[in-house]
């Protein structure tokens, strides 16, 4: 099945405490990019790539990392937690962004 | 800038009813449309898009929406409301330059009463 996989779905952990959540596409999809969803304010995109290591800056970088040494990997690493990063958090790819993005299921981030 | 208005926070209707989400985007150019929804505790599902040609399409579970140029709207509509369309909708606009980019509404929440 055609599907992004994210891991965890849920996840608590405390300030400071490095994390990385890891995305999986098994369509061999150039683009991949990472949201947050919070309430009222829609998705929006933190980073993207395009391909094997060529990633990019969304419009919310800050306190993220990113890396896509692999076509079918794109994780998402948090350095050093904070609580405004409590989340949803979405991984997505597309094999061309024209045709629409496919979407994981969410990992809902709750950082003490 | 690029941006997405969803005006409609919250909309209730009855089953059977039929539909309109507003979605209202700002771009310099003809832009790439889109539609999801998100079921709760789901990802997003990809509905219907548009890039050009008729400006009238149709996309899964009886939806279709309407491109209007001169309004910069994009709304969605279904003629005939099911129970199980409950979830949160999305209207997406993406950059014809960078398909990495996308901007996304802040989403309508559809209520169905029976």
């Known amino acids: 099945e055609a599907q992004v996989t994210q891991n965890p779905r849920y996840l608590i952990t405390v300030t400071g405490k490095k994390l990385t959540v890891t995305c999986s596409q098994n369509m061999n999809h150039e683009y991949m990019s990472w949201y947050r969803q919070d309430p009222g304010l829609g998705l929006r995109q933190i980073y993207y790539s395009m391909n094997v290591e060529v990633t990019d800056k969304g419009d919310v970088p800050e306190g993220y990392k990113v890396s896509r040494k692999e076509k079918r990997n794109f994780p998402l690493i948090l350095e050093s937690p904070s609580p405004n990063q409590t989340s949803l958090y979405f991984c997505?790819?597309?094999?061309?962004?024209?045709?629409?993005?496919?979407f994981g299921s969410g990992t809902r981030l709750t950082v003490v | 800038a690029q941006s997405v208005t969803q005006p409609d926070i919250h909309i209730t209707v009855s089953e059977g009813a039929s539909l309109e989400l507003r979605c209202n985007y700002s771009y310099g150019a003809t832009p790439y449309l889109f539609w999801y929804v998100q079921s709760p505790g789901q990802g997003l599902q990809l509905l219907l898009k548009?890039?050009?040609?008729?400006?009238l399409v149709q996309g899964i579970k009886g939806f279709e929406a309407e491109f209007k140029r001169s309004q910069s709207s994009f709304n969605l509509r279904k003629p005939s409301v099911h129970w199980s369309d409950a979830a949160e909708y999305f209207c997406s606009v993406g950059a014809l330059y960078n398909f990495n980019k996308f901007y996304f509404g802040s989403g309508t929440k559809l209520n169905v009463k029976p």
């Open positions: 548009y890039f050009s040609g008729d400006t």
């Open positions: 997505a790819s597309s094999l061309t962004g024209s045709k629409g993005y496919t």
